[in-house]
């Protein structure tokens, strides 16, 4: 199969390798040119692990290429995948979708023969149904089936996710684009992967159904750990209890600072005003959005707490800034309004993450940037895990005590245990552990 990717970001560039490995002809777009040259140039444009050995190995078989020419890229596609950024709309919070309409206005004037064009980001309900009144309008003769298939990769983890997905979500209802579909994902059901065909608005409303579930999910816990907190529950332990019951399973049930990420606050927000445009508006999702808004500064509040009650005039140390570890993505990232929050009490910040402090400089230019976990938290006052990164699981905690001006640590991920800490000297507070915070 022929594959145009449209938009080489997280979701674009990893399909588009795997594509290729699957032994597709993949070529990936992107009106970006920097971000085109450094992939011509071997460089990835994002930190996601193994991309760069799967990237350079497909382009050493000559099965990837990269280029700004859409036209071009388009006209001699099976399927073209729009994999473009969809954000939060400024104002409102509905999505975002000029940069996929746009797409599909630059394609439409070059498509050649029979092409499956498929949208990959995520869309509000209806968004296929504009790409092809785009296309038809644009293009009357064009021989085009427009169909949705969501991507649930995780960032940190993409490439197997995309190899191995739990399944792949179709929407379409043509038979011919279907078996396009099949073709592209066949290398796919060796491993057995389900594929799920639907009509299109089903696929596209699946997709932020899937996340509003997992970002609940994500805030029932965290209010579990409050409540916790106030009566003297260890929340580690509830999350184990109810998470061996198969019918609410294991995952998602960490507690932590509240939800981030270039996905989840963007996908509950846009499905919120999906849902009050529709009539039916959907309170428990507008509930979870609410919560976890008001979760990130309240862990500025809870570090204020551990030291003391104030702030002003000290040195707070945050490890991990990204919204989750194994990426370098900052999107929406807890530790934003952590920073935020501590700043606006009076206190200095330095930081360290292993991936994300070049855009975090950019984002937080007056945060002290820090070359290690040891060098960040050194005369500090409070040293805050912010991104359970693996590198800060198994820390030097007697060097950690010895230079920092104060052995205060808390824990927004729960990676460590409290009597461990506390036994090399520090105060310790985690998330819905400690009673009596
Ligand atoms: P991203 O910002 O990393 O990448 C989008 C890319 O599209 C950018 O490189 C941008 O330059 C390019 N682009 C924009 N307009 C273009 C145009 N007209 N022509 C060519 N290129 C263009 O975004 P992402 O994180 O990859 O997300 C893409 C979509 O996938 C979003 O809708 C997102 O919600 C969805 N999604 C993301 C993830 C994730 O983990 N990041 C997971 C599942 C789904």
Redesign the pocket.
């Known amino acids: 199969m022929r594959i145009t990717i449209?938009?080489?970001?997280?979701?674009?560039l990893v399909s588009g390798a795997c594509f290729a490995d699957f032994g597709h002809s993949v070529v990936c777009?992107?009106?970006?040119a920097d971000?085109i040259a450094a992939l011509k140039a071997g460089r990835m444009?994002?930190y996601e692990p193994g991309l760069d050995a799967l990237v350079a190995e497909n382009v050493r078989q000559e099965r990837l290429i990269f280029t700004t020419d859409?036209a071009a890229a388009a006209s001699d596609a099976d399927a073209v995948f729009i994999?473009?950024?969809?954000p939060s709309r400024r104002g409102d919070g509905f999505a975002d979708l000029s940069?996929v309409h746009?797409?599909a206005r630059?394609i439409a004037p070059a498509l050649r023969g029979y092409t499956v064009v498929c949208t990959?980001?995520?869309?509000p309900v209806g968004t296929g149904d504009e790409v092809e009144r785009i296309i038809r309008e644009v293009n009357p003769a064009a021989e085009v089936s427009v169909a949705s298939n969501?991507?649930?990769?995780?960032?940190g983890a993409?490439i197997a996710d995309f190899k191995r997905p739990d399944r792949i979500v179709v929407g379409t209802q043509d038979a011919r684009a279907e078996a396009v579909m099949r073709e592209v994902y066949r290398p796919l059901y060796l491993n057995q992967a389900p594929i799920l065909v639907t009509d299109r608005r089903t696929a596209e409303l699946t997709?932020y159904a899937a996340n509003a579930f997992l970002a609940a999910k994500i805030t029932f816990i965290n209010e579990v750990a409050d409540l916790c907190e106030a009566v003297g529950a260890d929340v580690q332990q509830v999350a184990r209890g109810i998470g061996l019951d198969k019918r609410i399973g294991p995952k998602f049930l960490h507690a932590g600072p509240g939800y981030g990420?270039?996905?989840f606050p963007?996908?509950t927000l846009a499905l919120v005003k999906t849902a009050q445009d529709a009539g039916t508006p959907l309170r428990l999702v507008e509930t979870v959005v609410a919560v976890n808004d008001q979760r990130k500064r309240a862990m500025a509040r809870k570090v204020i707490k551990a030291c003391g009650g104030s702030v002003r005039g000290k040195t707070v140390a945050l490890l991990g800034l990204t919204f989750k570890p194994d990426t370098d993505?900052m999107r929406d990232a807890p530790s934003l309004a952590i920073v935020a929050g501590l700043q606006d009490a009076g206190a200095r910040i330095v930081a360290y993450d292993p991936e994300g402090m070049a855009h975090a400089r950019t984002l937080m230019p007056e945060v002290t940037y820090a070359e290690d976990a040891y060098a960040c938290a050194e005369g500090a006052d409070a040293l805050v895990i912010v991104t359970e990164w693996n590198a800060f699981r198994a820390l030097d905690l007697g060097r950690l005590a010895r230079i920092m001006n104060a052995p205060v640590m808390v824990d927004l991920r729960n990676i460590y245990r409290s009597q461990d800490v506390r036994a090399k000297g520090f105060s310790y507070r985690g998330i819905g552990t400690d009673p009596g915070l």
């Open positions: 449209v938009g080489s970001g997280y979701v674009g777009v992107d009106k970006d971000k444009p994002i859409l994999a473009v950024g969809t940069f746009a797409v630059e990959k980001s995520t869309v969501p991507e649930f990769l995780r960032e993409a997709k990420g270039s996905c963007k996908d993505d």
